[in-house]
Each structure stands twice: as C-alpha cells, then as structure tokens.
C-alpha cells in the first residue's frame, strides 16, 4: 500500500490547525474537481461525445461533483483499510454525491449535466450501475495511487494563496448558479464559443 493514514490524521499527527486542515481539503476538492474535468474531457472524446464541453462552472475548469465524491471517499479512514472495501466506498459515496449534485442541478437551477435514462439499472436517469462500477475504480485510482501526489501538491500551495482562491471559486459558484436559473441550460457557461474568431473582427468584408 503506498498511503495508508488519512490526510486529516497526517495533519493532526503533524499538528496542522485547524485552518491549515480546511485549506488542505479545500485545495483537495479543487483539485479533484480539475482531474474530474480532465477525466470527462478525455472520456467524451473516446465516447465521441457530441458534448465536448465538460466544465460545470463558468469561468474555472472543474466538475465539483468529482472534488465532492473524492472528499466523501476520504472522509471514511477505516474504508482504506482493505481495498475492496474502499471499491465499494468510493461507488457509494461517490453515486450518492453524483445523485445529489443532480438534484440540486435539476430542482434548483433547472438544468441537467448528464442523463442516464438510457442505461440499464438507473434511478431517475440521475445515477446508474455501471458508472457506481466507474466510481468504485476511480476510487482505487484516486486513493491508492493519485492522493499521496496531491497531498505533496498541496503542502507546497503557500497559504496566502487560499483565500483568494476561495473567494474566487465561491464568486465563480455564485455567478455560475445566476446565470444557470436564468438561462436554464448548460449552454450558459459556454460564453467562450460566443466569442468572435480570431482575426475576424478585423477581416475586411468580401465584394
């Protein structure tokens, strides 16, 4: 095994603070809510997905329902004890995460960032078997092998850096949740696509 005690028993262990403690974990859910988004970038070209867009906030590139799921999978100490165990922690805490962040997308913002009514064994199109199954690997993955990089990641982020970047993640959140009941679709956070192409705005008009 290459990690086995939890961060919050490393930094307690170590005598980190309490604000040293949540500003590790918070750089932890940006961090994994990054990779998720990169995770869905790489899966939606390999599943020639038509939607390639994959962000879920509307100016930083994050999926937060992957920095949620990975934070609750490390939430459970005893789970890493054994790793399957720890599979089926990752599948459940993860899919519960996936289910709520649906819920709240759907009933309060009116939107829908994915939709698995078209796969056996989901429940309300919101969660599904197979993608549990993805949780419960992504899990082994994040925990075994990808968590001891991001903790050392994290120790070296000076800690003068994590209140704007706190600041601006709620701001991004905030603007982000606006312009999603406004406009009711996704689409909203695509403001890029609306931009002019490059050099077109100085392109003279054919006769």
């Not at 500003?23 to 599943?47: C, D, H, K, M, Q």
Request: charged residues 15%; aromatic residues 14%; contains cysteine.
């Amino acid at each position: 095994m290459i990690w086995s005690a939890p961060p919050m028993l490393i930094g307690i262990q170590h005598g980190m603070g309490e604000s040293l403690l949540m500003a590790a974990w918070f750089w932890y859910f940006v961090l994994y809510s990054f990779l998720g988004f990169l995770v869905e970038v790489v899966f939606a070209r390999i599943t020639h997905n038509p939607k390639r867009d994959r962000k879920c906030l509307y100016f930083l590139p994050l999926c937060p329902v992957y920095g949620l799921g990975v934070l609750l999978m490390l939430a459970l100490p005893a789970a890493r004890s054994n790793s399957w165990l720890l599979f089926l922690w990752a599948a459940l805490s993860a899919t519960g995460a996936e289910y709520l962040m649906d819920l709240f997308y759907d009933r309060v913002l009116g939107v829908s960032f994915w939709d698995y009514s078209h796969l056996p064994l989901n429940l309300h199109g919101r969660v599904c078997l197979l993608f549990s199954f993805f949780w419960g690997i992504l899990g082994l993955i994040a925990v075994r092998l990808v968590h001891p990089l991001v903790v050392e990641l994290v120790s070296h982020i000076p800690q003068a850096v994590t209140l704007p970047a706190a600041l601006f993640l709620a701001l991004d959140i905030g603007f982000s949740v606006f312009v999603l009941r406004r406009d009711g679709t996704t689409d909203a956070l695509m403001w890029y696509r609306r931009l002019p192409a490059r050099g077109a705005r100085h392109s003279l008009p054919e006769k």
